[in-house]
């Protein structure tokens, strides 16, 4: 999606942290998700953010938002090797629709 | 547990043949959305519906078509497949009211034309 960026690769070393970064542009998306999507599978909500907040801690699993910058970022502590997928961050800017970035592919190595 | 299932995991058609892709889901979700994904561009919608009978160009609409005769069921129609249709296709439904409107997906199609 043109309106949401983040980067297109990460390598994480297992048990360090990730840190999986994304801009979008709508300043009315009500909430912001991200959505996991491992190999040979449909995409799967890892989890999501109300716009009125700045953090969501969810075990492993840290959102923070800044709604000045229209930056989200997803930290995942002590990165497993099932973490790695690919990950994709998304607005909803309107009722129906969500816009995906182009997605993250997170590898974790050994 | 809430399950969107894709009528076929892989599909090889040719260049000008009418394709069908189909998608169940069955926890009575009165939204079903195609998107198609690809290397680099992430998830670009193709079509939604809001409820049956009823559809909405989503972003990339050209060469498509869709039907939703029944609550459960939404087909993506490719007209004339060219090869530039050749993408993974990603059927997903949700409720539409109830926060935060989680899309639940199915496994995808991968289709190539040749």
């Known amino acids: 999606g043109e309106d949401v960026e983040q980067s297109l690769f990460l390598s994480v070393r297992e048990g360090d942290s990730s840190v999986i970064n994304c801009t979008y542009t709508?300043?009315?998306?009500?909430?912001l998700y991200w959505y996991k999507q491992e190999p040979g599978a449909g995409l799967q909500l890892l989890t999501y953010?109300?716009?009125?907040?700045d953090m969501k801690q969810d075990q492993r699993l840290t959102v923070l938002l800044n709604k000045k910058d229209k930056h989200l970022s997803l930290r995942i502590a002590d990165t497993q090797t099932g973490d790695s997928a690919i990950y994709f961050c998304a607005e909803k800017p309107s009722d129906y629709k969500l816009s995906f970035g182009a997605g993250t592919t997170v590898t974790v190595r050994a | 547990d809430v399950k969107v299932t894709q009528s076929s995991r892989y599909l090889v058609k040719r260049t000008g043949e009418k394709v069908f892709l189909e998608c169940v889901q069955d926890?009575?979700?009165?939204?079903m959305f195609w998107y198609r994904q690809d290397p680099g561009l992430g998830l670009r919608l193709i079509y939604f519906s809001y409820d049956v009978k009823m559809k909405e160009k989503g972003d990339i609409p050209e060469g498509y078509s869709v039907s939703r005769e029944k609550k459960e069921r939404f087909s993506l129609i490719l007209e004339s497949a060219s090869t530039n249709q050749t993408s993974m296709y990603l059927c997903a439904s949700r409720q539409s009211l109830g926060s935060p409107y989680e899309q639940y997906f199915g496994p995808g199609t991968r289709l190539t034309v040749t």
């Open positions: 926890m009575d979700h009165e939204n």
């Open positions: 953010i109300f716009s009125n907040m």
């Open positions: 709508d300043s009315s998306s009500t909430y």
